[in-house]
């Protein structure tokens, strides 16, 4: 027993002084970044959060999701709590699918904040230990060269600003082992670690392994020619290698993608929906940038933006920036390499800079902000040479070393010189700083940026002969890692200040106090009404997605995953809904019980006669209100509903009409909206023009106000409404009787508008008023209806009669029992249509029927039925399977590669006797 202690000691001993080092590799970077949130005053330090852009608009409702469905026992293939309900798997798969998402799990809800604090630093944490691993597998130094590294990588400027973009994260964790993988399987055959790295890189973001996929092809080539001498990349002296290698690299690449087909394969079909036809994207070879733009962008405090316009991030410390000519200087390494190396940067440079091939990058998808996504890949290849270049610097010649650091400080003074009287101006242009003009300046500050990188510069100049000279008893290199310690900490937070003011990082009290204001609401209603199933909404919101956190099913969202069909079907029912999101504004009483939004969370108090005041929250002025007519999830409907067309009507009042006509099956419409009489419209300084089916008003005197008023007759208590119908909205002011209503046109306010219910019959004044922007109003139209309330409650009460009573819900599958009366051959449904759906009627597989352009309908008789929905799509099973083939093949591949080692090792000890 003592034997085995002491084996096991020792074994513990040689790992640790072995491996050890890539705990420090681990903990320097993510204490770095600690230390940079500390200084931004992330709680508990302060009341910042690691909450900005699209982690704050998006991801972290996608995160609180994905807890409610841990710790709840909910679906990973549905949600309800997307636009009117969709499928799950493509925003897991694009946001959510890395392993450290899952430690979300462990965190209360009002420690969110904290939770997506730790995954990031835990991610900056393991890049710097993969980046560690791979230098001391492929090019093993000292452990201290290794260090300083491995956290150039892991606080690049792309890791630092880009953390936020939590998903894209892995894939930077995995391209050190994705590129170990590459080089064992070309020198030694040994594919495992290639296989299970970018199986991984798929698996943890299918949209960033696509890219990381693409590197695999560059690398080959790049690798294998760089190292193609005197059998370096040939250690079993294989014939052929080259063209074996590259089939092997083709196989197993195809092992590693049907892995992760259980992930990539429900994507795909997830963006069939509508992220594939998202933009129109225009192949142009021109240039996106200057070189001398993109040089300084290796520098520190080069942030510049996250906007279009933005360039690569790619500053990745100043040692590197001096050490990678000397790589290219030094007689020590080949030239093969060197030039396979230069010519390797220049790829990612030419693929940065034409658009074209930018595009095909991104996914045949033109960016909507944060270019240049693969750009950590020219960091992780930019830092590998120089940590060649400063493992033989000893050896190095420092008149180069000398040389670089002086034209880099030339360098550094004429981008002052060109770029310190250069601003950009509101609309993100370049332009020459005028003394006086509304300008932001540019983000080439002198403190930050100039006099930042000359002082490094210089530092690193003298600390580096230190390192050359093998000054400071061997401890020179020990400084270098300080001193780079330093910068990064400072380059860091520059980026993080900067970052924070171009798109603001949100405090934690703004997201917190929110949700703790709104949850118990949400958690009366369900404790009010314990029905399986039911819409609520809110009239006012923090972001598009608080349905997810707050856990109840709603119409709001926002996803790159985005439902096309849907998004349009709801903006023609009056909502606000376009791009690639849905915000509950511009609903009507009869709207909602079309989609079954029973309750409505409503900021302010309501004037309407159909809702029903259930609560009233005095200390947040919130009211609870009950719409008792809208109707269930599925409902009896007459066949004509079939041959609807939404697509005929541009107003959501004629449109609500027909369907409602469509639904009961009357021969026409049923006026549940009323047009009301225009008696006059009256313009003020405005210009009129045309253009396709929309007349254009637009200022004639710019400096005067301009408006569009339009007088109408009201009747006394009835609801007024207005649409105006435009497919190009710009935003104007909204006045009734010279009172402000806010905006129309406005990016959120392109909806449904209630006017009021007025006291007496009497004429009121509707008042656009233009900003600077013309606005278009489209041909034909009819812009105002009042509601004839009473029909409403009759039309809708004698639809409830049809209403499935839903006894099982679950998120993928639905239960229930419905009536049909006589006459009515459609269970109409205000579930989204996806194929996946499977709908029984009697225990009998029904055809899928697609209604409205978006939502789901089947032929049901009449009399009485029991219907059940179950979801189960066909991308998730075929791609299921076609993983378990991947793993099977991968499994077999190393049983086979174990046996040919067995066979070719006994073959060899055959021949050289040994027995």
Request: negative net charge; aromatic residues 16%; hydrophobic residues 45%.
């Amino acid at each position: 027993m003592n034997v085995g202690k002491h084996n096991l000691r020792a074994q513990l001993r040689n790992f640790r002084e072995k491996y050890g080092f890539l705990l420090i590799a681990f903990v320097i970077p993510a204490l770095i970044m600690w230390m940079i949130y500390i200084a931004m005053e992330v709680w508990p330090f302060g009341n910042s959060s690691v909450l900005v852009l699209d982690l704050n608009g998006q991801y972290v409702y996608f995160f609180e999701e994905l807890r409610n469905k841990v710790l709840q026992g909910g679906s990973f293939l549905y949600t309800w709590s997307r636009s009117m309900g969709g499928e799950f798997m493509g925003i897991y798969a694009y946001y959510l699918a890395s392993p450290f998402s899952f430690l979300i799990t462990l965190f209360s809800d009002n420690h969110i904040t904290e939770g997506l604090l730790l995954i990031i630093l835990l991610k900056v944490g393991s890049m710097g230990a993969t980046m560690a691993y791979y230098l001391n597998e492929s090019h093993p130094t000292k452990k201290i060269n290794i260090l300083i590294f491995s956290a150039c990588y892991a606080l690049s400027s792309y890791a630092v600003v880009m953390a936020n973009n939590t998903m894209w994260i892995d894939n930077l964790i995995l391209l050190p082992l994705v590129t170990l993988g590459i080089e064992r399987l070309i020198k030694k055959r040994d594919f495992k670690l290639f296989v299970f790295s970018l199986s991984m890189a798929l698996l943890t973001s299918f949209y960033i392994g696509y890219m990381t996929c693409i590197y695999v092809a560059i690398y080959f080539f790049y690798y294998y020619l760089a190292h193609d001498n005197h059998g370096e990349n040939n250690f079993w002296q294989e014939d052929n290698h080259f063209w074996k290698s590259l089939l092997r690299i083709g196989a197993y690449s195809a092992i590693a993608i049907s892995i992760a087909m259980v992930i990539v394969y429900p994507a795909y079909t997830s963006l069939q929906f509508g992220k594939s036809t998202f933009s129109n994207t225009t192949y142009t070879l021109t240039q996106r940038f200057d070189l001398l733009d993109f040089f300084v962008k290796l520098f520190p405090g080069s942030y510049d933006t996250v906007r279009p316009e933005g360039l690569p991030f790619v500053y990745a410390g100043v040692v590197a920036v001096i050490l990678v000519p000397i790589y290219f200087i030094s007689s020590r390494i080949r030239w093969q390499e060197r030039m396979m190396s230069g010519l390797i940067l220049c790829i990612f440079i030419l693929c940065f800079n034409i658009n074209a091939i930018d595009i095909v990058w991104h996914g045949f998808q033109k960016p909507n902000w944060l270019n240049y996504r693969y750009s950590f890949m020219f960091i992780f290849l930019m830092l590998v040479m120089a940590y060649k270049a400063f493992g033989l610097l000893k050896h190095a010649n420092y008149k180069h070393v000398i040389f670089v650091c002086g034209v880099l400080v030339i360098l550094v003074m004429v981008i002052q010189k060109l770029y310190g009287n250069l601003a950009m101006n509101s609309s993100g242009k370049i332009v020459e700083a005028q003394s006086g003009a509304n300008y932001k300046y540019y983000w080439v500050g002198d403190f930050k940026t100039i006099w930042l990188s000359l002082l490094c510069l210089v530092v690193y100049g003298v600390a580096l002969w230190f390192e050359h000279a093998g000054r400071l008893n061997g401890k020179a290199a020990a400084v270098v890692a300080i001193l780079v310690c330093v910068e990064l900490f400072t380059s860091g937070l520059l980026h993080t200040i900067n970052l924070d003011d171009d798109v603001m990082v949100s405090s934690r009290s703004s997201y917190n106090n929110y949700m703790e204001k709104v949850r118990p609401l949400v958690d009366w209603i369900k404790h009010h009404d314990d029905s399986p199933f039911y819409r609520m909404e809110k009239n006012f919101h923090r972001k598009t997605n608080d349905p997810m956190t707050l856990g109840f099913y709603g119409i709001s969202n926002s996803t790159s995953t985005l439902n096309k069909p849907v998004i349009n079907m709801l903006h023609r029912y009056g909502y606000a809904s376009k791009s690639h999101w849905t915000e509950y504004r511009g609903g009507t009483p009869a709207a909602d019980a079309l989609f079954g939004i029973k309750y409505v969370i409503s900021e302010g108090q309501v004037v309407n006669e159909v809702w029903k005041e259930l609560l009233y929250d005095e200390d947040h002025n919130y009211y609870i209100y009950e719409n008792p007519y809208a109707l269930s999830l599925a409902y009896a409907a007459d066949a004509g509903v079939l041959d609807f067309e939404i697509t005929d009507y541009e107003s959501p009042f004629e449109l609500i009409n027909a369907l409602s006509g469509a639904i009961s099956g009357r021969e026409g419409e049923i006026p549940i909206f009323n047009l009301l009489e225009l008696t006059n419209t009256k313009f003020t300084n405005i210009d009129t023009g045309f253009t396709t089916a929309h007349r254009k008003y637009s200022k004639k005197n710019k400096d005067l106000s301009a408006r569009i008023e339009y007088t109408l007759s009201v009747t006394a208590g009835e609801p007024v409404y207005m649409y105006i119908p435009t497919d190009y909205p710009r935003e104007c002011g909204l006045k009734v009787d010279g009172v402000s209503k806010g905006t129309y046109f406005g990016n959120k306010t392109d909806h449904v508008m209630f006017l009021g219910i007025f006291d007496e019959d009497r004429e009121i004044t509707v008042s656009l008023e233009l900003k600077n922007d013309p606005i278009y109003i489209m041909n034909n139209q009819n812009y105002f209806f009042s509601m004839d309330t009473d029909l409403f409650k009759e039309t809708f009460n004698r639809l409830k009669e049809g209403n499935l009573e839903i006894s099982t819900f679950e998120d993928d599958f639905i239960e229930g029992h419905v009536y049909i009366p006589e006459g009515k051959e459609v269970l109409y449904t205000s579930i989204v249509f996806d194929e996946g759906w499977i709908v029984t009627v009697d225990g009998e597989e029904q055809e899928l029927i697609k209604t409205n352009d978006a939502l789901l309908a089947v032929a049901i008789e009449e009399g009485e039925h029991d219907v059940s929905f179950r979801y189960r799509p066909k991308c998730y099973t075929v791609g299921s399977a076609v993983s378990v083939l991947g793993l099977i093949a991968f499994g077999g591949a190393i049983v086979l590669d174990e046996w040919k080692k067995r066979r070719e090792l006994r073959r060899w000890a055959e021949a050289n006797h040994i027995y």
